[in-house]
């Protein structure tokens, strides 16, 4: 399995959307096969239209506020004594988090195929405060699918949407968080894709979807190159990129325009939720080398018992809770390009408490599971590393979590 040199990831997968011949590809009911092919032609066609791509661009600038902030965290970097700690302040886009890229870019191609309803799924509650805020912005009606956990845990996003106008459905099967959610929201989608539109929340799902989230996502990865050059003159020789994975999409989106670059000049670093210390259950399906199983329409490793059926998880974060990984992401952990490690719900609750101790920063404990592994490793860097964490979600959501396990001091 190998990765191809100057093509994007995305368009790497064969015919039938498979990365490496065995990851991806479309696992879906046959009444899924004309809106999954009829997506896929429109977005074939969209990528490459220069028209298109302007009015991306002029969203993600004037509506979305890009580019976000890349930031030296002095104080940390300090403390920690060995690389230099940055942040690419992702959490800055409109709404909190990265999933306002992915979000957009659907509703736009919604509009495009004349669609007046969206319906997304969520468990951090981002994708879903995204995408009712950007289908407030296009006027198209949205409906939202979450696990009833989530719902419990997560409030603000959940208000957020309903405050834009959105349809919150609880979803109440299984371990209701994001795995569910995104079950139902497929379901629903069998049922009513001649009307509706779906935005899956991350790189996951058939084919098309992990695609075109990846493809909005990038746009971090593209601000963060020219930051790069603009700081230090060029693409710096030690460059590390530390990033949360869930579902894949900010990871993937954080380290698309590095593809090409050697490994040992900039290294991928996915940081997947080990879950509390003194549970067996974790979100790590890279990191803990969980056998290849299909979920959602896509064939991945996943968290799965000896009959082959779906694990469930267990994480702080809601954003990470999940049993699968982008097909992107198994590709570039067969093909070693990027590395997988986990953090556990303490440890990303000690990154937190660090991070924001020094610095004007709060990652949400997505994010904070990256801090807490880029800090622990940049104590054995060289000053002249840098270290980037992709802070990619606000910690207003958690505000809950964070008084229940560390006080209130630290809302
Ligand atoms: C802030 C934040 N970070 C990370 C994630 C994980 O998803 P992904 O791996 O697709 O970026 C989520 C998911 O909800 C999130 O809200």
Redesign the pocket.
Known sequence: MKLKKRIPVIDQGDKQGFWGGKFGGNFVPETLKKPIEDLEILFNKLKKDKKFINERDKYFKNWVGSPTRFIKLENLTKHVGGAQIWSKVV?DANGG???IYNATVHCLLAKRSGKKVICGD??????GKMLSMAAKKFGLKCKIFMGAKDIRRQQPNVRAMKKNGAEVIPVYSGSQT?VDAVSECMRYWVANCDKVAMCV???VGPAVFVRICGWSTSQISRELKTQLVDEFGSVPKKLKLYN????????FGFWNEFMDYDKKQCEFIGVEAGGPTKSKKHAAPLTYGSKIGILHGAAQYVNQNTDGQIEETESIS???DYPGI?PLHCFLKDTKRARYTAASDEEALNAYKLVTKFEKLRP?L??SHAFSVAIAESKRFSKDTIVVVNS??DAYKDRGIIEKRLGKKYV
Do not use: D, F, R, W
């Open positions: 959490s988090a990265h999933k969520t468990g951090a509650g981002y994708a994001l929340g991350s790189t949360c994975v869930g579902g894949g999409s900010s990871s809601a954003g990470l982008s949400s997505e994010p990619c979600g």
